[in-house]
């Protein structure tokens, strides 16, 4: 699989199939692991790096996983980076990382592993629809094949070892990507994320750590990872997201009794802006699609389904938009082929 | 758990900061995150958690300092868990709530491969630990290596 491959297709996460997939947009699941015997990434030369890429691909390559795809972060541009933190394979983090690094990408996109990001491996697998335990299932799999030809780093004490002490133990972060418009509707959404702190799990933006909500998207993740079995943190999140979405169940009833048509309206004036706009910021698309994802969800818009909102929301990103025209293009231009490109994909 | 500011009364509230590299947990009671003020005033830093010691060690393998550890919240190497080790168990109750590592996962299953999985089970068979011996056979089972009457 090339680059150009893996940016002109869709990842199976976003056809909207998985359970409750209107909802909850994806489950996503990922491991740190640390080689032993080799300095962590915070302290490794170049050579160490090097070295750690070289086992990573020799040992995916000998696994089931044989057909990943190994990106060298390191000799693509700047867009080229930026293209694969928006289609969620890579982290802001990694994308600045200096010396040897990369992504092992499977042809699905289901799973990949980034090597030399803040731990010697980051193996991740993102799935459609409410199923952490399904997506831990698979990253599990790819993470025994691994270990059966690297050492990794692990005490009895402490689990396995991480360049962090909050990714200690279990190493494990589970999340799931969920969209949450009736609470923002009802301003129900900061009790909910109170009450979502109390049980030890964080509402974080879009993109993780460190990054707002957009388009009413919110990632719900656990905040510990020592001292509790992989389990046990995961029936804990689908527990909390289970809530989360009763929560959110009861803010659409309630929305659909007291304003039914100023949600409609609200719904078809975006699918109208959206189909006809010659000029959308992100910020626009995403608020509108946002609109549209509930409309769906209500069944207001028949005909239409999530997995083209979320092709949309994923090749309408700036760095997807400028691969597809082949340069750089300013904002505005950018504003300019996103309307296009959501044209086009309503229209299809 | 119990709050981290007042010592007290059971942690009902978690709030993590990030800023750069330095990540940080807090374990508040209710009271205490209210008279506090939110965030951006109780964030408790690794630096504060290990304030207490000198920070001049260095780990032997990877040459980090415990002032690095400290300023950036960041091991250098798997040995700094051995080498800043007096220091974890505070650390590790005030960032995670817990001392220990629990795991439905031998750990030994990861660490060193099939090839250990089987001797280790020999030696189990050998000793007559038998629950141990069951232990690592359903291991290997799960992991497609052995069939179900071998040992």
Redesign the interface.
Known sequence: MTFDDLATRNAAWLDGSGLRASLVISSRVRLAR?L?????T??ATDQDKQAIVTSVVDAASASRFGDLAYFDTSALNGLQRQLLVERHLISPALAKESGPHGVLVEETEGASVMVNE?DHLRIQVIQSGLQPVEAYETAHAL??DL???L?????????F??????N???GLRASTLIHLPGLALTKEMDGVV?GV??L?F?VRGIYG??TESSGNLYQISN??????????LLDGLNRVVGQVVECEMNARETLLREAKGQIEDKVWRAYGILERARLLTSHELMNFSSAIRLGIDMEMLPGLETGTINDIMVNTQPSHLQHRAGQPLDACERDVLRASVVRERLAA | MICQNCNEDEASVVITKIVGEQHTISHLCKACAQTLGGASGVAISIQTLTSGSAGTEVCGTCGKSFADFRKSGLFGCSDCYTQFGEYLPKLFKRVQGVRQHVSEEPVVALRDGPGTLKSELTEAVSSEDFERAALLRDRLTALGLEGKGGA
């Open positions: 640390n032993s015997q080799k300095p962590f915070n302290r803040e993470e025994r270990a059966g030809e050492d990794f780093a692990v005490s009895q004490e402490w689990g070892l991480t360049a962090c002490a909050t200690t133990g279990t109170r702190a109390q030890g964080a750590e460190g905040q510990l990872t020592l001292g509790r079995s992989e389990q046990t």
